[in-house]
């Protein structure tokens, strides 16, 4: 998103290899966002963001200074490769105007996992069960 004053609402983006959403306008806000990431990556190496495990399903660029989302979820089920791993679900610089509220990542049955929420924020999915991990607010 390039535009700045946009407001997006049930945001649904789904099985895009890189990053899904990339926002680069000012104030911009998102009401429900829901991602799955591509299911089908064969490995890690498929998936790898240089020195980071996987690209953000939701990125706010670091020049944004003013941004907020409510109420976005993540999850994976990487049911080629069950082992890959992803370093967040959401990406956003840590500035004062920029927020998020009710985020979550969540891995479908342990096919897959996540490390955190968002940048190194929240606690990783882990298991075979489906249990979400939860970041009420950022920063």
Known sequence: MNGDDVLATGLFVE????????????????IFFQNEKAYDAP??????????KGYAAYRVDDSVEQHEGWGMGSYCYYNV??????????????????????????????????EHVINEVGSPTSGTETVPSQVVNFP
């Open 15 to 30: 099985h895009f290899n890189k990053y899904d959403v990339e926002w680069y306008g000012e104030r911009g806000r998102t």
């Open 43 to 52: 490995n890690q190496e498929a998936i790898q963001n240089g020195d980071t």
């Open 81 to 114: 490769d069950p082992t890959i791993v992803q370093g967040h679900g959401f990406k956003a610089p840590v500035k004062p105007g920029v927020k998020f509220h009710s985020l979550l990542v969540v891995s479908l049955g342990g096919n897959g996992q996540y």
